[in-house]
């Protein structure tokens, strides 16, 4: 195995798969669930278990202005720098259920920022952690390196009964909806290993 790999790997190992930043978005919240709500209308199979599924039919729907609005106040929350959340890497992703898992391969290179926008009874996991409901606007950081998954809350990732049907959910309690800005791992790190232990 290639040792930029193997380091990639120890990294992965060492450091949560994600962060409850305790911050939340206030000002856009009701545009928050405002896209759900069209989420739904428009993209009535864009919440699949075992899966995300972007969901680009709604970005004609979110005007720059909220996306510049939501850019704002996270690195206001979070004091980063503003220029580290680029629209060129923002997007809007839905699921229902989803078991443990990593996208290790996928995006070896960036951490998510997530905002939920909707989040039903579900809750993330990772393979110690048992699951709690997010409430709308909750900003947390994500390392997609690390197992994590998405499940009913009080449940830990080994009670998931994962559906090998990959169908779509509509049941709104199953239902996730999250936004999300990729950001170049050196400059989310020093929050992941803050967070360490």
Known sequence: MPARIQSMQADRSQFPSFVRTGKSIEREVQQLEG??????????DGFPAEETR????????VPLGVVDALRDEIAGKLGLPREIF?????SIHGCGPVGLHDDFFRFPYVYFVLIVAHSG???LVDERSRAVQHPVGEII??????????????????????????GPVHEEALQFLFLDFDVRRPDLRARFRGSAG
């Open 86 to 90: 680029s629209r060129d890497r923002f």
């Open 35 to 44: 896209i759900y709500r069209l989420a739904r209308e428009l993209c009535p």
């Open 121 to 123: 009874c579900l809750g």
């Open 54 to 61: 972007e969901l680009p039919a709604l970005y004609a729907h």
């Open 141 to 166: 950081l994500l390392d997609p390196r690390r197992k994590h998954g998405l499940v009913a809350a009080g449940r830990t990732a080994e009670q998931h009964p994962y559906d090998r049907s990959h």
